[in-house]
Structure formats: structure tokens, C-alpha cells
DNA sequence: AAGACGAAAGTGGTTGA
DNA sequence: TCAACAACTTTCGTCTT
């Protein structure tokens, strides 16, 4: 912490403010002004318009060393990567550089390398790795972040996915069911659960598993761990779409339009969303004259063609129904 | 000739008795 | 467990551009 003794015992008395809720003053309680300057020197939070102290006594939350460069700043430094639940301990323990060097940047000689390899690793495994529980979670979010690579999911979604993973081998779930089958699952959820749109075939063809399987063992987990995933948006889709099918933002925005119409209409109701979002984004790609065919549309959005025309015929003929009113 | 259209039969999943 | 059902797919012939 930083500032003047003195002058901080002077503002306590003239302020109840503690360090705790300073922290949580948005605005002048004086004039209202939210241009607040935090004053770290003095520990005092000033409006900027008034002149009010409105907090004293606050916590400086930043480091109290100063770096001037990268080198500096990583030796200086006392705390290591953030936890993530991607790694069975959470990236806690300790892990062996795979440089065989020692801490002056030396090569170490050839009787230290078969100590480091031949002990050091070999307990270092052991410890991390300890039970068979430990072990699946090892193996399983390895999986996890597979899959995740294979597909290019982002690391929020990873996260998640392990995190429900973590979940349900709290529960007792895993017991009698393949890891490959549930970890699929897992990203499969987070993917909902964060409203990606990824489809069960994607995930499949990412993992060794089918897609009964991840259906399957999805269907198990929402069940069990009492998750509430409501089904995806077609809107979702269609941007997917548009980027796959490198469509202007134009045609996007009126596909998104048309799908508004037919969310009005009740068309959308009990049809898959992938069909609905298909359709409009061909009936978006005709009116912009950006024409895709209907294979190509189909290619992407994995239903047949049949299947776009047929809800393309139901918006074309509601939609023009209502204009025709 | 490619793309669009539509009919008919088949498929896999859900629902309710 | 099974039948009924809606949505969707597959296949194929025909029409349009």
C-alpha cells in the first residue's frame, strides 16, 4: 500500500467510507457526476466535477513493485498462471521444463539427464496423477481439449465443457460410461449452454464417437446435472451460415429480417431451426440478387434440399400473403 | 445442362396409451 | 413396449432458365 500516514488518519475522520465499498462508488453522491478519479497516493476517491472526497482509506489492488520492462516485471512478479479447469489440478502443481537444463541455463551432464528423466519425472507423474479417479479426469479433459482444438472452439467454451465434466464425475456419472462418449457430451452442453451453434454430427466427426452416442450421453447429462438448455435459435444459424457461405452482411441482416416475419407468422414452431434458418437465407440470398443455390446452402446448413424448399414455399407464400394484406 | 420443383416412399425420434 | 405421428431424408421424374 502506498500513501501518507498521516493524511490518512486526517480523511478517516472526515469520511465513514471504508476500503471495502469504495470500490463500489459509481457516482458523486454530491453532485451525481460519475467522472470518480481514484487517487491511490492520498487513498481517496475524488469527483472530478466537485472537488468531494466521496471514498477514503481505499485499497490499492495493484502490485506495490514497479517494472519498467518485461524481464523485470516476470521476476518480480509472485503469483503464476490463473487457475483453469482445463488441466486435472488445475494447473497447480508443478511441471518439468522439457529442456534438460538447470536453473543457470546449462546443459546438464549425461548421468543428471538419467536422473532427472529416470526419477524426478517419474514421481513427479506419480504425485500429479495420484489415483484412478485423478486419472480418468487427466485423460478426460485431455480429451476435452482435442475435440475442442479439432473443432476451434473457443477457450470459454473448453472451460465450460470441463467444468461440466468436473461436475459429473462429482456426481458419480462416468461410472459404466465410455469417457469418450461423455466428454463429446460435455462439449456438445457447453456449446448450448453458451449458445454456439455446433451440431451433434460436428462434434461426432471430431471425436471417436457417434453421434447417437453424444446425443445419447447429452441427453444424460441434462438430466442428471438438471441443466436447462433451451433449443438454439435459428437466427444463431443463419450467421453461421452467412459466414460460410461468405454472403455479404447485407443478405445476412434481411435473412434475419425474414426470420423476424416468421417467428411472427408461427412458422417456426416445431421445425428444426437449421431448416428455418436454411430457407431464409436463401430467400435472403434471391433478394439481394447474391444468389446461392439451394445445394450449396444445403451443403452448409447439413439438410437436403427438399427440406429448404419446402419451408422456403411455406415463407415465401405466408410472407407474401401478409404483404398482399 | 444446371438448378429448381414436387410427389412418394422411407427413416429415426418423440409422445402417449 | 408399441403404435401413431410429425419432421425430415432419399429418390426420381419433370419443368425452367
Not at 453424444?214 to 441427453?219: N, T
Not at 452482411?249 to 416468421?262: D, F, N, Q, R, W
Not at 415465401?316 to 394484406?325: A, K
Request: charged share 30%.
Amino acid at each position: 500500500m502506498s500513501g501518507d500516514s498521516n493524511l490518512q488518519e486526517k480523511v478517516s475522520d472526515s469520511s465513514e467510507a471504508t476500503s471495502r465499498d469504495s470500490f463500489k462508488v459509481q457516482s458523486c453522491p454530491e453532485c451525481g457526476s460519475s467522472r470518480l478519479m481514484r487517487d491511490y497516493e492520498c487513498a481517496e476517491v475524488v469527483c472530478m466535477d466537485c472537488g468531494i472526497v466521496v471514498a477514503a482509506k481505499i485499497a490499492d489492488r495493484g502490485p506495490e513493485w514497479r517494472a519498467f520492462d518485461d524481464e523485470q516485471r516476470s521476476k518480480r512478479t509472485r503469483v503464476g498462471a490463473p487457475l483453469t479447469y482445463t488441466i486435472h489440478d488445475k494447473g497447480l502443481s508443478t511441471t518439468i521444463d522439457w529442456h534438460d537444463r538447470d536453473v543457470y541455463g546449462k546443459s546438464l551432464s549425461p548421468g543428471q539427464k538419467a536422473q532427472v528423466y529416470h526419477r524426478l519425472r517419474k514421481w513427479q507423474r506419480r504425485i500429479r496423477v495420484s489415483d484412478a479417479t485423478e486419472r480418468n479426469l487427466a485423460f478426460a479433459l485431455s480429451e476435452i481439449t482435442k475435440i475442442s482444438n479439432n473443432l476451434s472452439l473457443p477457450k470459454s467454451i473448453l472451460e465450460t465443457a470441463s467444468v461440466i465434466y468436473r461436475k459429473a464425475v462429482k456426481e458419480r456419472l462416468i461410472r459404466g460410461r465410455s469417457i469418450q462418449g461423455v466428454t463429446s457430451a460435455a462439449i456438445y452442453l457447453a456449446c448450448r449452454q453458451c449458445g454456439l451453434p455446433r451440431t451433434l454430427d460436428e462434434i461426432a466427426q471430431s471425436s471417436t464417437v457417434n453421434k447417437k452416442e453424444v446425443g445419447r450421453s447429452y441427453r444424460f447429462l441434462i438430466r442428471e446435472l438438471d441443466y436447462k438448455i433451451p433449443p438454439l435459435r435459428p437466427s444463431q444459424y443463419i450467421t453461421k451460415f452467412s459466414n460460410q457461405l461468405t454472403m455479404q452482411g447485407k443478405v445476412e441482416e434481411i435473412a434475419h429480417k425474414i426470420l423476424a416475419s416468421a417467428k411472427q407468422l408461427k412458422l417456426t414452431s416445431g421445425r428444426g431451426p437449421t431448416g428455418i434458418a436454411a430457407a431464409a437465407s436463401y430467400v435472403a440470398s434471391v433478394l439481394t440478387g447474391e444468389r446461392k443455390t439451394q445445394r450449396e446452402i444445403a451443403e452448409i446448413a447439413q439438410v437436403t434440399e427438399v427440406t429448404i424448399r419446402n419451408r422456403y414455399k411455406e415463407l415465401v407464400e405466408r410472407l407474401m400473403f401478409e404483404i398482399s394484406i
